[in-house]
């Protein structure tokens, strides 16, 4: 059960929700660990599965020690389906064991002999040379009074979910329980029955808790499922297959890489008048999925060609992951606008405030403003100390897509109620909302709600992608609960011989005409069999699909320019989400979206041996992920003033950070560093370029 | 053995003709973890992280990155705060193991670190969580009124992925009966 606590840290967002102060419904059982993950499903007589890996980004499998390991204490099985990988982790088969040690020792003994053979690893080894400009791109640009030529980069971004894809399967030959860590409860399930040779119907997916997904685990079973699945159908014995921390990184998505070349045309003033914006995605043995938002459509671009291509080489492929495409585009797109404020001499600021095609965008940067106090900040390319602070501001949003949803919610006759939906919840705090929601309606407290979710056997829901899962579990579970109280007023009603309608329940107690009658728990008692349940009736739901979230972030940093190591200091994200159902979960998704996208921005990239294809840092020591100690402070800003309708929040706080971040780096270093992760050597030498200082080799400091 | 070679590396990592050499297969270990002697038979290679996650089903210490980089595995070991996963069960006999799980009264109620990232949503998947209330214990057990700094410094051997690292310095904060960090009006 919930608890209540408050927090008045935050004053800004106080009665941004009607849930204040409730606390994440499952906190408890997170904090104390007794929250049980896929991962932490070890069932009695499991055998444990790992996937055997191609370790080049492409080869030919000449020889194999399998048999004599397959003999090894505790090795079950080794099998071996596929002789050559194009790509750095690859499956090419699996080894069975009776437990996590012996699978070990045998993954460790296995010795495959591979034979290399030329890769491709970037989306340079195909896109040499910078694009043709366009005819009418080109007639833009000649009437142009400034221009900018300009190519920007991102690199691979690897979701690292804390809890790696797997799940652990029991099957028990007429029937199965398959514990699983996705976010597609359901798409889990609909991948599955072939495997399984089972009915959808036949088996359960659980999916109680979820360590992390951002995207990667939207698509239904994937090859650990499947494998899992089969092997636990074969052998009638619980099979638990989790793919390790280097597995992770190699082949399960990832945000694609990309290049923009763009060709801006502007005016004296900044204001942009068209030209050419060309993008690459680099989407490894995948062919497409490679998207780059840029231009995003907040800003007026004026008359602008473009167009995107999908680039392969020899790496794992990309899967959604949050607001995909969005973020490299923000990169490129808001660097390349305060290059042409930088040209022009303008504030960018200001030139977003001209060129925005928002008017809430413009309401939110005005208050953003204030919030990092810019009116302080120092003009680019004034600076000359060692120290050198920087603002930068980017800007997000986000539609509203509809998903099928259904909610069923009970009242008990012992007076509890439980709402139900099969959706999982990755962290977003869908467990909480659907209480909030589900407790709203009948007139309860939230903290009195129980909420089932997670499980194929639950009503049908959404899986957690495209922040789709609370605009769309949200209206149906109202409904159900709605419906929930009618039924047990309709009881009421009739003992005390009144309409229903005539009849409400607020804070727990039922009331006609504002006087009480009986308390909720009293009226509960008068339900004639175990329980009254109200489901949602898809046809009533509202699923126009329309909405929008739309966000502003400010960064402040500081750049030491003898190191080139950057300094986080404040970022203010404000962001609409729609009607608030929960102010901590709401805060957290944004909090957490800034910290991927400084993430994104400062630190993480994969790394590709340019030779072998091989991923030369797929762990968490040099895959760096931000930490504590590079933590900036951050306020995070609810702008949900006269909000009705729920609308989405997990995807777009992640999207404007980077881009942000690059900004202010511009801001204090006077010269744009326009690839991603801007390193301290990317600093220094962008330093370098704009007669900053040199050693006495002539390298850059 | 080379030198630089620990024991742990050596066992944990073992080929074929080590693992055909190693001996007579699953061994007793008596462990004492959250104040209770337990007694299972392991395999000497078992670190201490799985021998807690499979055999005593104590599953709040997770495995993550397996190499002491993200610190999810977390747990004490005499009070000292040690990844499970580079220890092996082995070697920790003798100790005193305190898991997430322990830190639960006996009256059932979570400690101050707990109900402190409960109140500041200190979480959000969950799944780090246990390896970061762990780290905070340890630092609380040994500097009472830590510094935002301190706090940061003491937790920077955990990753949190979803980003929740706001709300857990502000939870530690919290736990040390010290003012959090707001944000103004």
């Known amino acids: 059960m919930a608890t209540t606590t408050p927090t008045m840290n935050r004053p800004m967002n106080l009665g941004a929700s009607a849930a204040d102060h409730l606390d994440r419904v499952d906190a408890l059982a997170k904090v104390t660990g007794a929250a049980k993950y896929g991962r932490d499903r070890y069932l009695p007589g499991s055998l444990f599965a790992a996937l055997i890996r191609c370790p080049w980004g492409s080869a030919e499998l000449l020889s194999d020690n399998a048999a004599e390991v397959g003999k090894l204490a505790g090795v079950v099985e080794i099998k071996i389906s596929r002789r050559e990988g194009t790509y750095h982790g690859r499956d090419v088969g699996y080894v069975l064991a009776d437990s996590v040690v012996a699978l070990k020792r045998a993954m460790n003994a296995l010795k495959l002999e591979w034979k290399r053979r030329e890769v491709k690893t970037r989306i340079e080894d195909t896109v040499k040379e910078p694009p043709a400009i366009n005819e009418d791109a080109k007639k833009v640009l000649d009437a142009a009074a400034k221009k900018l030529s300009a190519v920007y980069s991102t690199p691979v971004q690897t979701h690292s979910s804390l809890e790696t894809h797997g799940c652990v399967v029991d099957h028990r030959g007429d029937s199965a329980t398959v514990y699983a860590s996705t976010q597609g409860t359901f798409a889990f399930r609909d991948g599955l029955d072939e495997a399984l040779k089972l009915k959808g119907s036949d088996f359960e997916i659980v999916c109680e808790y979820v360590g992390g997904g951002f995207g990667s685990k939207l698509g239904g079973p994937g090859k650990e499922g499947l494998n899992a699945a089969r092997i636990s159908a074969a052998r009638g014995k619980p099979v638990y297959l989790f793919v390790n921390r280097e597995e992770e990184h190699l082949d399960t998505g990832n945000r694609p890489s990309s290049m923009t070349f763009a060709e801006l045309a502007f005016e004296n003033d900044g204001t942009i008048t068209g030209g050419q914006i060309l993008t690459f995605g680099g989407v490894g043995v995948a062919r497409g999925g490679g998207g780059c938002d840029v231009p995003s459509g907040r800003y007026n671009f004026g008359d602008l060609r473009r167009a995107h291509t999908d680039v392969s080489f020899n790496a794992g492929g990309p899967r959604a992951m949050r607001a995909p495409g969005k973020p490299q585009g923000a990169f490129a797109e808001e660097l390349m606008l305060d290059e042409v404020a930088l040209a022009c001499n303008v504030d960018p600021l200001e030139l977003r405030m001209r060129l925005a095609r928002s008017g809430n965008h413009k309401e939110m940067m005005k208050a953003g403003a204030k919030l990092i106090g810019w009116a302080n900040r120092i003009p680019t390319g004034t600076q000359t100390g060692t120290i050198r602070r920087g603002m930068g501001v980017g800007l997000c949003s986000w539609g509203l897509f509809p998903a099928r949803a259904e909610g069923e919610v009970v009242i008990y006759r012992d007076g509890s109620v439980e709402a139900r939906t099969g959706t999982q919840d990755i962290g977003t705090g869908q467990r909480t909302i659907m209480g909030v929601v589900a407790a709203e309606a009948v007139g309860i407290n939230p903290d009195e709600v129980r909420c089932s979710i997670g499980s194929s056997k639950l009503p049908v829901g959404p899986g957690s992608g495209g922040s789709v899962t609370a605009p769309n579990t949200a209206p149906p579970m109202r409904a159900a609960a709605l419906d929930a109280k009618n039924k047990l007023l309709t009881i009421i009603a009739k003992e005390l011989n009144v309409e229903a309608s005539a009849l409400e329940i607020v804070k727990g107690e039922v009331l006609r005409g504002g006087q009480r009658v009986m308390s909720f728990k009293d009226a509960c008692q008068r339900i004639t069999g175990d329980s009254i349940t109200g489901r949602s009736d898809a046809a009533k739901v509202d699923t126009s699909g329309k909405g929008h979230s739309d966000g502003v972030q400010f960064v402040e940093l500081s750049v030491d320019t003898e190191t080139g190591v950057i300094h986080l200091h404040n970022v203010v994200a404000l962001q609409s989400c729609g009607r608030v159902l929960a102010r901590k979960t709401a805060e957290s998704q944004i909090i957490g979206g800034v910290i991927q996208g400084l993430s994104y921005a400062l630190f993480e990239q994969r790394v590709l041996d340019r030779v072998t294809g091989a991923m030369v840092n797929a762990n968490l020591e040099s895959y760096k992920i931000l930490g504590p100690k590079d933590m900036p402070h951050i306020t995070p800003v609810l702008w949900s003033k006269g909000q009705t309708k729920v609308c989405s929040l997990g995807e777009p706080p992640v999207i404007p950070t980077a881009g942000a971040v690059a900004c202010a780096v511009l801001n204090a270093i006077g010269a744009p560093v326009r690839s991603l992760p801007i390193t301290p050597a990317k600093v220094l030498a962008a330093l370098a370029g704009v007669g900053g200082k040199k050693n006495e080799d002539g390298g850059a400091r | ?185």
């Open chain 2, 1 to 185: 053995m080379a030198e630089g070679v620990s024991r742990r590396s050596f066992i944990k990592t073992a080929g074929l003709s080590a693992a055909a050499t190693m001996g007579p297969g699953m061994v007793e270990v008596a462990l004492t973890v959250n104040g209770a002697a337990r007694k299972v038979k392991i395999d000497p290679a078992a670190t201490l992280l799985e021998t807690l996650r499979v055999d005593c089903n104590l599953t709040g210490a997770k495995e993550v990155c397996d190499r002491a980089s993200c610190g999810a595995c977390s747990v004490l070991v005499d009070g000292k705060l040690v990844c499970s996963c580079m220890m092996l069960a082995l070697d920790a006999q003798g100790c005193a193991v305190t898991t997430v799980e322990g830190l639960v009264g006996a009256d059932g109620k979570p400690d101050a670190v707990q109900a402190a990232f409960i109140k500041h949503d200190a979480l959000q998947c969950g799944f780090c969580t246990p390896g970061f209330v762990i780290a905070a214990r340890a630092l609380l057990n040994v500097n009472p009124k830590p510094t935002l700094a301190e706090i940061k410094g003491a937790l920077a051997g955990n990753i949190c992925r979803c980003g929740a690292y706001t709300n857990i310095f502000n939870a530690v904060l919290e736990a040390s009966g010290q003012a959090v960090v707001a944000d103004g009006g």
